[in-house]
């Protein structure tokens, strides 16, 4: 059975550095893309980046790059989303998601979601 | 502001038909496959149609797509009570090099 299990749920001061996890079984982790969306509290769903942990290959939205770091470790079948120094702005629920092709927008398989809080 | 477009609300009835839309442009819709998921309060994004109106293995047939231009809808038939979720449409951006969603819209059965 294909699962993607997330790290639990993180407080965090602004400022501070947070790194979560999605670690993948059931299947051939370095064969499959995995993105990371986000979704702020009562909003909708916002595609952030993507990683092929075959080559460590990764991609990110416009409006993400530079804000976060995506990477992998293939090792322990587990890919990373980073944050150097949150804000506020930063709080959501963030979603690890597997797709079977990089360029469709389908994501077939999707982790349980990290709820990231970040307040002062 | 989401770069597609999806009426924030829908609503109908046990056993009626809705239907959900999701407007597009030629760098999305236009050119590349639409899919949607739904999302139950509290969980995860669920894939329900993908490539315009393929089922994954366990989605009724209740749930079906279609896409036409720039332009797709959702179809719910024989709508039961827990039908009621979220629903989002997606397709990859050519010119954003990356998958769009839309805003979303609130399935309410009354």
């Known amino acids: 059975e294909v699962q993607l299990v997330q790290s639990g749920a993180e407080v965090k001061k602004p400022g501070e550095s947070l790194k979560i996890s999605c670690k993948g079984s059931?299947?051939?982790?370095?064969?499959?893309?995995i993105a990371w969306v986000r979704q702020m509290p009562g909003k909708g769903l916002e595609w952030m980046g993507i990683?092929?942990?075959?080559?460590?290959?990764?991609?990110?939205s416009p409006s993400f790059q530079g804000q976060v770091t995506i990477s992998g470790d293939k090792s322990i079948s587990t890919a990373y989303l980073q944050w150097s120094s949150l804000k506020a702005s930063d709080t959501a629920m963030y979603y690890c998601a597997r797709t079977d092709y990089f360029g469709s927008g389908s994501y077939n398989y999707w982790g349980q979601g990290t709820l990231v809080t970040v307040s002062s | 502001q989401s770069v597609l477009t999806q009426p924030p609300s829908a609503s109908g009835t046990p056993g009626q038909r809705v239907t959900i839309s999701c407007s597009g442009s030629s760098s999305n819709i236009g050119i590349n496959t639409v899919n949607w998921y739904q999302q139950l309060p509290g969980t995860a994004p669920k894939l329900l149609i993908y490539i315009n109106d393929q089922r994954p293995s366990g989605v009724p047939d209740r749930f079906s797509g279609s896409k036409s231009g720039t332009s797709a809808s959702l179809a719910i038939s024989g709508l039961q009570s827990e039908d009621e979720a979220d629903y989002y449409c997606a397709a990859w951006d050519d010119s954003l090099n990356g998958p769009v969603f839309g805003g979303g819209t609130k399935l309410t059965v009354l």
């Open positions: 990683i092929f942990p075959g080559d460590s290959d990764t991609r990110y």
């Open positions: 059931g299947y051939s982790f370095t064969s499959y893309w």
